[in-house]
């Protein structure tokens, strides 16, 4: 794939935009080749990759590995709606209407220093189609985009929505990553541990040998009899499939690091057969101010929690999806 060139793009756009308007805006009601304003692609199940950069150095690569399944940027899984959206986009945008002669020059500004462009590729390491998205209009329901090579930037929309279209092309990487914590086939975890810092004897390890034979042992790794092997089977399930909310990108290093360095609510931890393992640490989220559903006075948000995955990702979670996880080990013994 070719270098995104951010100066060399300025260059270009910049030094043609008034050559191209004297070209344009001398020809009344003329119009330019179906290249120059076709913006979208009607088969989107031929698309292979995506790749989207901005001018402060942002890349994005999306790129197709199943039917109904993507990368971003080579690393992580995403999330199947926003790539549906994503191409949903590029199959119904249209051209509303050409720039206004009184804002071109602006228009050609912005796309070169505000703009995302955006690769389309189509199994070939040449892309189908390049074109350049900008800001939104006035009442924000279509933005200006360009196609690479043309000669004038349109007012792109989707006929009948009404909203702007950029979002559908994020260019941060955790606007696509997928939200996932734990996924894992029961039959596939050899090792679940959950410590109770706070409560260390409450805390446990489920072992499964590959022929899937489940053994339980308290924080102190002393095997234990006398448990339901059913309840083992029941709690394993629940990690099928467990995510987190957002990632917390509202705070500042100093606060995470604090928060981060804390004793954690619970200490998860699965490693499956192929000895690969996920760790999620659990705290409290604090609250400035705040008053529980009965009118008491509250240090931490009631609903949700900070997670610590892999001892590198910030994120928030929910009580509500750890709720279940919570268990401690008298849970095995139900009757």
Same mark, same amino acid.
Request: glycine share 6%; proline share 4%; net charge neutral.
């Given at each position: 794939?070719?270098?995104?060139?951010?100066?060399?793009?300025?260059?270009? *756009?910049?030094? *043609?935009?008034?050559?191209?308007?004297?070209?344009?805006?001398? !020809?009344?009601?003329?119009?330019?080749?179906?290249?120059?304003?076709?913006?979208?692609?009607?088969?989107?199940?031929?698309?292979?990759?995506?790749?989207? =950069? &901005?001018?402060?150095?942002?890349?994005?690569? *999306?790129?197709?590995?199943?039917?109904? +399944?993507?990368?971003?940027?080579?690393?992580?899984?995403t999330v199947q709606t926003n790539i549906?959206?994503?191409?949903?986009?590029?199959?119904?945008?249209?051209? !509303?209407?050409?720039? =206004?002669? =009184?804002?071109?020059?602006?228009?050609?500004?912005?796309?070169?220093?505000r703009g995302i462009k955006v690769e389309?590729?189509?199994?070939?390491?040449?892309?189908?189609?390049?074109?350049?998205?900008?800001?939104?209009?006035?009442?924000?329901?279509?933005?200006?985009?360009?196609?690479?090579?043309?000669?004038?930037?349109?007012?792109?929309?989707?006929?009948?929505?009404?909203?702007?279209?950029?979002?559908?092309?994020?260019?941060?990487?955790? &606007?696509?990553?997928? +939200?996932?914590?734990?996924?894992?086939?029961?039959?596939?975890?050899?090792?679940?541990?959950?410590?109770?810092?706070?409560?260390?004897?409450?805390?446990?390890?489920?072992?499964?040998?590959?022929?899937?034979? *489940?053994?339980?042992?308290?924080? =102190?790794?002393?095997?234990?009899?006398?448990?339901?092997?059913?309840?083992?089977?029941?709690?394993?399930?629940?990690?099928?499939?467990?995510?987190?909310?957002?990632?917390?990108?509202?705070?500042?290093?100093?606060?995470?690091?604090?928060?981060?360095?804390?004793?954690?609510?619970?200490?998860?931890?699965? +490693?499956?057969?192929?000895?690969?393992?996920?760790?999620? !640490?659990?705290?409290?989220?604090?609250?400035?101010?705040?008053?529980?559903?009965?009118?008491?006075?509250?240090?931490?948000?009631? &609903?949700?929690?900070?997670?610590?995955?892999?001892?590198?990702?910030?994120?928030?979670?929910?009580?509500?999806?750890?709720?279940?996880?919570?268990?401690?080990?008298?849970?095995?013994?139900?009757?």
């Amino acid at each position: 794939m070719k270098k995104y060139k951010n100066i060399l793009f300025i260059i270009i *756009l910049l030094g *043609l935009s008034g050559i191209i308007a004297t070209q344009y805006f001398s !020809k009344s009601g003329s119009t330019l080749k179906s290249s120059s304003n076709n913006f979208s692609i009607q088969d989107t199940g031929n698309i292979t990759k995506v790749f989207l =950069a &901005d001018m402060k150095g942002n890349q994005i690569l *999306l790129e197709r590995v199943e039917s109904n +399944k993507w990368m971003v940027n080579g690393k992580y899984g995403t999330v199947q709606t926003n790539i549906n959206y994503m191409l949903e986009t590029i199959n119904l945008m249209t051209v !509303k209407a050409p720039v =206004a002669k =009184a804002r071109y020059d602006k228009t050609i500004r912005d796309l070169s220093t505000r703009g995302i462009k955006v690769e389309i590729y189509m199994d070939s390491d040449t892309p189908s189609k390049v074109f350049y998205i900008g800001t939104t209009n006035q009442d924000q329901t279509g933005n200006y985009m360009m196609i690479e090579d043309s000669k004038l930037p349109y007012l792109v929309h989707i006929e009948g929505f009404r909203g702007f279209l950029s979002p559908r092309f994020a260019i941060h990487e955790n &606007d696509w990553r997928e +939200k996932t914590i734990f996924r894992y086939n029961p039959r596939e975890i050899e090792e679940l541990r959950l410590s109770i810092p706070g409560q260390p004897q409450k805390g446990f390890v489920i072992k499964q040998t590959i022929d899937g034979k *489940l053994s339980l042992y308290n924080n =102190a790794m002393v095997p234990l009899e006398g448990y339901e092997n059913g309840y083992l089977v029941e709690y394993l399930e629940r990690f099928r499939s467990i995510n987190f909310e957002m990632w917390e990108e509202t705070k500042d290093p100093i606060f995470i690091d604090s928060v981060s360095t804390s004793t954690p609510l619970e200490v998860y931890t699965v +490693k499956n057969m192929a000895g690969e393992s996920t760790t999620l !640490k659990s705290f409290k989220k604090p609250l400035l101010s705040g008053l529980d559903i009965e009118g008491n006075p509250i240090d931490h948000d009631q &609903d949700r929690m900070y997670g610590l995955m892999n001892e590198k990702e910030f994120m928030i979670i929910q009580y509500f999806v750890f709720d279940p996880l919570n268990q401690d080990i008298s849970f095995f013994y139900k009757n």
